[in-house]
């Protein structure tokens, strides 16, 4: 072994090397230096030897030839490749009781990005906003119709049975919007847009987004179909069949068929 003679390793070498060889701990660490200011690590975990047979009986040798432009080398990360967008294309329509398809026309499309929060302790991510709006919902919902079934019960409404179904069913579809306005209002104050998608389907009722991120996504349409006024998907939960997971790359095509709620138009729901 030419170059300088052997010496005890420095603290910081003796790190070096026994990271370089895989160990934990050693007895000898030594080092032995070149005039092209290489350096090489030995490395003996057991007893010593004579020092004329430490190339012969070392059990481990790590060698590590670096010049000093070398310890100055820093890795550089290239920008990480995007996953390639996917499509998800589809239709929004409802079927009559007597079998015929009534299109959404120009109804509205969103896709909310069911995304996981980073930590456990993260309530700060756009799922469980809608899951909070869902839950104020139907709270005014049940409050409502409580109050309307005891004025009912007193005979203060003087209108009939079917009248009063109608009326729940528009404040429900009422209350489900908003539900669904207030959490993209939450994803605009919380920089968030980029976990919505909002699109319009056409007067058949067709529809076509490109998707940017993949990860699973709940659909909703609202819009009317025929006579109905009508809402399409139900609220999250890991089986809702509005639920639909998107791989980069690849392409979609769902089917909205059956509304969560579908109201006649006497009176105006509001979008």
Not at 104 to 124: H, N, V
Request: hydrophobic share 40%; charged share 25%; aromatic share 10%.
């Amino acid at each position: 072994m030419s170059g300088e003679p052997l010496r005890d390793a420095t603290p910081s070498e003796r790190a070096r090397a026994l990271r370089l060889a895989g160990l934990s701990s050693a007895r000898y660490v030594w080092v032995s230096g070149a005039p092209d200011r290489s350096r090489v690590f030995i490395v003996r975990p057991e007893v010593a030897v004579s020092e004329f047979w430490i190339a012969m009986r070392l059990t481990v040798v790590a060698c590590l030839m670096l010049s000093s432009a070398a310890f100055a080398q820093t890795k550089t990360i290239g920008p990480t490749a995007r996953p390639r967008p996917a499509t998800l294309s589809g239709r929004v329509f409802a079927i009559t009781r007597s079998g015929d398809l009534k299109p959404a026309r120009m109804a509205s499309i969103y896709l909310f990005l069911d995304a996981p929060p980073k930590r456990a302790d993260d309530e700060d991510f756009m799922y469980f906003e809608m899951l909070r709006e869902a839950l104020k919902a139907a709270q005014a919902e049940t409050e409502a119709t409580d109050v309307d079934n005891a004025e009912w019960a007193r005979g203060g409404w003087t209108v009939s049975e079917d009248y009063m179904q109608q009326h729940w069913c528009v404040r429900k579809l009422r209350l489900s919007r908003q539900t669904l306005h207030r959490t993209i209002a939450w994803a605009e104050a919380h920089h968030k847009m980029s976990e919505v998608l909002v699109t319009e389907a056409d007067e058949e009722g067709n529809f076509q987004l490109t998707v940017p991120r993949p990860g699973a996504y709940y659909v909703f349409a609202s819009g009317q179909a025929g006579f109905n006024d009508a809402l399409w998907g139900g609220w999250p939960s890991s089986g809702s069949p509005n639920r639909i997971t998107v791989d980069a790359g690849s392409s979609y095509n769902i089917k909205l068929s059956s509304p969560e709620t579908a109201c006649l138009i006497t009176e105006q729901a509001g979008q």
